[in-house]
């Protein structure tokens, strides 16, 4: 009985995609998508029903709740490794768009590279990182200088005493084994995106996609660049959903910012789309009151759909390319 209510769910996908390729409108990007995403859908058993009793999802609800019941940590999504953030947001939560967004060279991929690092080394968590501006290599060393806890700079000038070969070589050893999947194709198309997260999704069950970052990703040529920017966090939301996980992307904010007196980023000044804010459920922005003060950092959580807004303080050691809870600093 299941294996012919799958071959049927495969013909009735076949007949769809013949169907669509007959028309002239949709390309073969977006059709290759389609074809992924129907035959991913029958995958993960998801044809099934469209419509769920609410006794099922409450029995479902039953069993999250026990689960965290039993938990010791009492956290209920994705632990990101600060403390006062996972106290803030429970975690990332599955399903979720998680934005953080920040002026250039203020620290949001070094923030979302911890976050990665975190949850996939202390928290054994796959996660797979897509990079759209910074090469594999630069990833990894980021991620080696904030593992070995050694100097950035005297890695990259290669000037290293024989402790930090030492604090190297061991945190290569345990890096290879921390389960971080990079992608650092430039230019990929948010259709390119969601087929790469479900063939890693099969392959290694990951648990937080990050994208780095949301405006250098393509879409579809459209009439300007704010449609263009809103069919990708579309585009994001939709693959969060799709895939149950958590996905973090990375937003510019406009120069708007830097215009004002007070320097706290508000949600109209992310760059080029008022969409991202509606498709995001968590909106963080990464700041400093002063930009000379390269160590004190706030990140303001301004939108959390059902749950609280605040201000969190960070801490970081830019020789480590590390941010810290603040607490960090006090020791």
Do not use: C
């Amino acid at each position: 009985m299941k294996d012919a209510a799958t071959k049927r769910a495969l013909m009735k996908a076949a007949a769809t995609l013949v169907d669509l390729s007959m028309d002239e409108g949709i390309g073969s990007e977006e059709l290759l998508d389609r074809a992924e995403s129907e035959v991913f859908s029958i995958t993960q058993k998801n044809l099934a029903k469209v419509f769920v009793p609410v006794r099922e999802a409450l029995a479902d609800s039953f069993d999250r709740l026990d689960e965290l019941h039993k938990q010791t940590e009492g956290i209920r999504g994705i632990p990101t490794g600060f403390s006062d953030l996972d106290d803030t947001l429970a975690g990332f939560q599955r399903s979720n768009l998680i934005i953080l967004a920040a002026r250039p060279g203020v620290g949001k991929t070094s923030l979302a590279l911890n976050i990665a690092q975190n949850v996939a080394f202390k928290y054994k968590r796959p996660v797979g990182f897509f990079s759209l501006e910074m090469s594999r290599e630069e990833l990894v060393d980021r991620l080696l200088v904030a593992q070995a806890d050694i100097d950035a700079w005297r890695l990259k000038t290669g000037k290293l005493s024989e402790d930090d070969f030492t604090k190297l070589s061991n945190a290569m050893g345990e890096l290879a084994e921390v389960p971080i999947f990079i992608d650092d194709t430039p230019g990929l198309s948010i259709l390119e995106m969601r087929t790469k997260a479900r063939r890693l999704q099969v392959e290694a069950g990951v648990d937080l996609i990050v994208v780095d970052y949301l405006q250098l990703a393509r879409s579809r040529q459209l009439e300007n660049r704010v449609q263009e920017v809103s069919e990708i966090s579309q585009g994001l939301k939709n693959l969060a959903r799709e895939l149950k996980v958590p996905v973090l992307a990375i937003s510019q904010l406009s120069r708007a910012v830097e215009q004002r007196g007070d320097k706290r980023p508000q949600l109209a000044d992310l760059r080029e789309s008022g969409s991202i804010e509606q498709d995001a459920d968590v909106v963080m922005f990464l700041w400093r009151e002063n930009d000379d003060d390269a160590q004190n950092y706030h990140l303001e959580i301004a939108k959390h759909r059902n749950g609280p807004l605040r201000q969190i303080n960070l801490f970081f050691k830019g020789d480590r390319i590390k941010f810290y809870d603040a607490e960090t600093k006090r020791k």
